[in-house]
């Protein structure tokens, strides 16, 4: 990542393990989320409005592969779902994190998790040290299998500085545990796909 586009401060990541939901383990095992945060300086703070934003999206993907890769290491396991996301501090606009997720980012992200066809939901908002960011999650290959529709929530007790950005990934092992509202299933998927 070049230091002149952007000063990583620093990577933080969060893992969940559900074992049961409303009192009940699923046959296909927990649940498993990791999301990875990276945080750094943002070279539009402070300046108002500037038009041209592509520093950041030029940069993205070597963000996108830098979260990817160590996602997937943490998860341990084929990633199924998958989300972005991003905050950006006060001294910032919400339109700086957005260039930071864009397709450049998807693309390195869904090359270092092991590919993916569906496009990646995401969510993007400004906050303060501490904010929480919900990133939803969705399967990798369909965006319309129901069972993986969910969301992990996400904190870096320090960050985002004012000058700052948060840009973070989300991904899982598994749809939600005990999902039960019907659509097409991800074996119906791969049936369909002639996978």
């Known amino acids: 990542m070049p230091d002149s586009i952007v000063n990583l401060r620093k990577t933080f990541a969060q893992v969940e393990e559900i074992h049961t ?12 989320k990791v999301a990875v945060c990276a945080v750094f300086t943002n070279p539009y703070a402070g300046q108002g409005y500037v038009a041209d934003l592509s520093a950041l999206t030029d940069a993205s993907g070597q963000v996108g592969t830098l979260l990817g890769t160590e996602a997937a290491r943490l998860l ?6 998958y989300g972005k996301g991003g905050l950006v501090g006060s001294a910032g606009e919400q339109e700086h994190v957005n260039a930071c997720v ?21 969510v993007t908002k400004p906050g303060s040290e501490g904010a929480v960011l919900d990133v939803p999650l969705a399967f990798k290959d369909e965006i319309w299998i129901r069972s993986h529709y969910d969301a992990f929530e996400v904190r ?3 960050a985002p500085h004012p000058d700052e950005l948060v840009v973070v990934v989300a991904v899982s092992n ?9 659509g097409m299933t991800v074996d119906e998927y791969h049936a369909k796909a002639g996978e």
Do not use: H, M, Y
């Open 21 to 32: 939901s409303a009192g009940r383990s699923d046959p296909g095992g927990p649940l498993r």
């Open 76 to 81: 341990g396991e084929p990633v199924q779902s």
């Open 156 to 158: 870096v007790p320090d």
């Open 102 to 122: 864009t397709s450049v980012f998807g693309n390195a992200f869904r090359d270092a998790i092991g590919g993916g066809k569906a496009w990646i939901t995401s």
């Open 174 to 182: 598994r749809g939600r545990l005990n999902a039960r509202v019907g």
